[in-house]
Nanobody, 115 residues
Framework: QVQLVESGGGLVQPGGSLRLSCAASVMIFSFNRMGWYRQAPGKERELVADIISADSTNYADSVKGRFTISRNGAANSVYLQMNSLKPEDTAVYYC?????????WGQGTQVTVSA
């Protein structure tokens, strides 16, 4: 059974940093693609960043230059380093993985950016 478990969310002041982690129950290199999405209250879920390989990453325009997605095969984990956080980054962040024709989601972790 494939499971994705996020951690690392919390409350941070504007300008601060957080690092989200997503631990997979299977080898992360068995995924064709992994990514982070977010959903703010009253808004649709949106792609934040995704990674296909170390040289193939993609970011939403709103987070370019501030967020970095990475992965660690030994830890079976994907990370999202978030710097220079803004109040508009407040949302529930979800880990996502595409593997063998199926799409998997974590349970989400809340990120709140507020003074």
């Amino acid at each position: 059974q494939v499971q994705l478990v996020e951690s690392g969310g919390g409350l941070v002041q504007p300008g601060g940093s957080l690092r989200l982690s997503c631990a997979a129950s299977v080898m992360i290199f068995s995924f064709n693609r992994m990514g982070w999405y977010r959903q703010a209250p009253g808004k649709e879920r949106e792609l934040v960043a995704d990674i296909i390989s170390a040289d193939s990453t993609n970011y939403a325009d709103s987070v370019k230059g501030r967020f970095t997605i990475s992965r660690n095969g030994a830890a079976n984990s994907v990370y999202l380093q978030m710097n220079s956080l803004k109040p508009e980054d407040t949302a529930v962040y979800y880990c996502n993985g595409e593997r063998r024709g199926a799409n998997y989601w974590g349970q989400g972790t809340q990120v709140t950016v507020s003074a």
